[in-house]
């Protein structure tokens, strides 16, 4: 008999019909592109990848503001930088993956969070730790997918933006 594997933590469960079933069953998601997800798309993703960034944070202290600021939601760079991490992350540490791949991992940790870093210091937004974060970024979702559905509607009706 063989002993029970633990509940995969969040950041690793979510597993929908966008999956591809690896050799021995599994299902691996494809990664998240960002600037092509729909409205519906996009409002099911942005808590999962608000969900992560905060786990993450919690999880190594060195992120700081000056790697993800509070903010972070609203620069297209750093959406697109964490999400890379996020999807990396989740394929590394699948059933299917050598358990070299947490160490891959990591080396694409180091790399992508020096680039937050950077990107974060080339936005000078202005965006500090003191801002009222949950409500940014509620608002901010909720014009990101107003602003798709938008896009949506004049695609649909031929028109080009």
Not at 9 to 17: C, N
Not at 98 to 115: K, M, Q, Y
Not at 133 to 160: K, N, W
Request: charged share 30%.
């Amino acid at each position: 008999m063989s002993a029970e594997r633990p509940a995969r933590p969040v950041l690793l469960r979510a597993i929908d019909a966008r999956s591809k079933a690896t050799t021995d069953g599994e299902k691996i998601d494809p990664p998240i592109h960002w600037p092509s997800l729909g409205a519906i798309a996009a409002e099911r993703e942005w808590s999962g990848l608000r969900e992560w960034v905060d786990e993450l944070r919690e999880r190594y202290n060195g992120i700081d503001s000056y790697v993800v600021p509070a903010c972070w939601y609203e620069h297209q760079s750093l959406v697109l930088a964490l999400q890379a991490l996020k999807d990396h992350e989740r394929v590394a540490y699948a059933k299917s993956s050598p358990a070299s791949s947490g160490t891959d991992w990591h080396r694409a940790f180091r790399d992508i969070t020096a680039l937050l870093r950077q990107f974060t210091a080339d936005l000078r937004c202005g965006h500090g730790p003191e801002r009222a974060e949950r409500e940014s970024f509620d608002e901010f979702v909720h014009e990101d997918i107003a602003r798709r559905r938008r896009h949506a509607a004049t695609v649909a009706l031929g028109h080009s933006e």
